[in-house]
């Protein structure tokens, strides 16, 4: 059969759909991606020829004034004639979006094809979009069980987020810290941002260095666009080791070689992380939709699996306290460490893939 997947806008989407089309394909299928129009996108696909990739216009409604709402419905009404044309030579079977805006569209036209639709909302609570485009599908599927009360209940089923099939992967922590050129015996932190990088916490961590100086300690800091050269001068000066690059497309070797991390708290970001049995200091983005961040988060805090850290609260001084903190209590590290795994989702994408392929048969 062939599928559509709807994963554009942020890796917190196009990751998890990728990881759900790897697995369709290993069951005989044929996928199409279709992604925004968005350069993430293009650089996260680049190389993917087992799949066929299609840019679909698409544009988040920001606000409810007139030219936020024309320009919605005019994308909407370019995005609804592609997917029309697209479906009329792909003939696909069902349609997956995973979440935002990007789609709405796709979901809209398979549900007017009379296809099994469906949507994956990855968060703790879900966005505009996905209260959206729940209206229009057969399945609402769930990456935290918190989410239940968001939607129907009989709509719903918690599957947990894909991570991508090389996430899989297993890297020695030594050759994974070789891969970065760093040392085998220092302990390493991995800074991060997601997909698009996070100002925020490159300044945070910027700040932080000097009050961890002549820590056994050594970084993997991935920026995200535009924070690179200022935040490997801030390492430079610091005389803490460090890897600094805006992204790194081999990330199983960075969660590999790292012992703790400091990141955003998207709901893929935090997939990864438990995957890995990675504990650290969790800074939700403050202008996520509905806060949603924060609440994702709180589940790994409440957990013990991370420390949730205000970014109005995350001076250098607080998280350099924090680093520190972790660092001097292994025992600690090594419990939360084992709490985060416990939070990783089993086998998401095969789940995913499983309920689609339950309403085609």
Not at 190 to 207: P, T, W, Y
Not at 270 to 294: C, K, M, N, R, W
Not at 303 to 317: F, I, Y
Request: aromatic fraction near 6%; glycine fraction near 10%.
């Amino acid at each position: 059969m062939r599928f559509v997947i709807a994963a554009g806008g942020t890796g917190g989407h196009l990751f998890p759909g990728l990881a759900v089309g790897e697995v369709l394909i290993a069951r005989g299928h044929e996928v199409m991606i279709l992604i925004s129009e968005k350069e993430i996108d293009a650089l996260a696909t680049e190389g993917r020829k087992e799949f066929r990739i299609e840019k679909v216009a698409g544009v988040g409604l920001q606000s409810k004034s007139p030219l936020a709402l024309w320009r919605f419905w005019m994308g909407l009404r370019t995005a609804k004639k592609q997917c029309a044309r697209l479906f009329l030579d792909w003939k696909p079977s069902a349609v997956l979006g995973m979440g935002g805006f990007t789609c709405f569209a796709p979901i809209v036209t398979g549900r007017k094809r009379g296809l099994p639709t469906f949507v994956h909302e990855s968060n703790a609570i879900p966005g505009r979009a996905n209260r959206l485009n729940a209206r229009y599908v057969t399945r609402v599927l769930l990456g935290f069980a918190e989410c239940r009360a968001h939607f129907p209940e009989s709509q719903c089923e918690v599957t947990g987020t894909p991570i991508r099939s090389a996430l899989t992967q297993h890297v020695e922590k030594s050759a994974a810290r070789a891969a970065f050129g760093l040392s085998s015996k220092k302990s390493t932190l991995l800074v991060m941002g997601g997909s698009q990088g996070a100002s925020g916490i490159n300044k945070a961590v910027a700040s932080a260095l000097p009050k961890l100086a002549g820590r056994d300690l050594q970084a993997i800091h991935l920026t995200g666009k535009g924070g690179e050269e200022s935040t490997r001068e801030a390492y430079a000066n610091s005389g803490m080791p460090a890897y600094v690059a805006a992204f790194y497309h081999r990330m199983q070797e960075a969660y590999g070689a790292a012992d703790m991390a400091i990141a955003r708290s998207g709901a893929a970001s935090l997939t990864e992380l438990s995957h890995f049995g990675l504990p650290g200091v969790l800074i939700p983005f403050p202008y996520a939709a509905d806060d949603h961040q924060t609440a994702n988060a709180q589940i790994f805090d409440r957990a013990g699996a991370g420390v949730m850290l205000k970014e109005s609260d995350a001076t250098g001084d607080t998280l350099a306290q924090k680093i520190s903190s972790l660092l001097d209590s292994p025992e600690q590290l090594a419990v939360m460490s084992q709490n985060s795994r416990r939070l990783a989702p089993a086998q998401a994408a095969e789940r995913v893939a499983d309920t689609i392929l339950t309403f085609c048969t």
